[in-house]
């Protein structure tokens, strides 16, 4: 069976520090897929990233960066110098090879204070 | 482009009442989902589709059915709603072909209080 975990439940950053928010899966399939999901305050669910199994070079977009690292299962997303936009709720996902199933962890709450 | 089109956005039922969260989507993906977020929590898959006539429980079933007649349209049918039910439902699809890796695209949400 897939999990996600994100053991960080509630994260609170002052404003322009930087920010780690773990992630880590199990899955017994060799193709799979990770997201990132971001919940702010208003309610929606706003994608963010999609990562490959078989592409592990990490990604950076603006302020935004992903480890993805297959030998540990992790898939972090670091926020650099963080915003007090950047408070949400932020969701790590997995779906597997077959495509159908997308298994989400519990979300971890980040406050970023002024 | 609508995306993904759920209605309505509030509601408060009954305990027993019945209604039906509608879904609509115009991007023509062929899979659709049903998800709940209760307070402070993550999301729990309800049911997904894989197409039209296709569909298959998740995580937390009972108490909800689906029907999914159309590629556009996933309805979601709460029978004798109860307390437990009280949550934000959210409507996603997506595109189910190769190589698989398409995100969900959400609704809005409904908010459903039952009282």
């Known amino acids: 069976a897939q999990k996600v975990t994100q053991a960080q439940t509630e994260i609170s950053v002052v404003e322009k520090e930087d920010v780690t928010l773990d992630c880590v899966y199990e899955t017994r399939d060799t193709t799979y897929y990770l997201f990132w999901y971001k919940q702010p305050p208003s309610g929606e669910l706003v994608f963010l990233i999609r990562r490959n199994s078989f592409d592990e070079q990490n990604e950076i977009s603006g302020r935004y960066s992903w480890n993805f690292q297959k030998s540990t299962s992790s898939f972090n997303f670091t926020i650099t110098a963080s915003q007090v936009v950047d408070s949400a709720v932020y969701f790590c996902a997995l779906i597997d090879n077959y495509g159908q199933n997308f298994v989400f962890g519990p979300g971890t709450r980040l406050s970023v204070l002024p | 482009n609508a995306g993904v089109t759920q209605t309505p956005k509030f509601r408060i039922l009954k305990i027993g009442q019945s209604m039906t969260l509608q879904c609509a989507q115009d991007?023509?993906?062929?899979?659709m989902y049903w998800y709940r977020q209760d307070p402070g929590m993550g999301l729990k898959l309800i049911y997904y589709s894989v197409g039209a006539g296709i569909t298959d429980k998740g995580e937390v079933p009972n108490g909800y059915n689906v029907s999914r007649s159309t590629t556009e349209d996933f309805p979601l049918r709460l029978e004798l709603a109860a307390p437990s039910q009280t949550s934000v439902y959210f409507c996603a699809s997506r595109d189910g072909q190769r190589p698989y890796n398409s995100p969900l695209h959400f609704g809005n949400g409904t908010r459903l209080t039952v009282t």
């Open positions: 991007m023509n993906h062929n899979y």
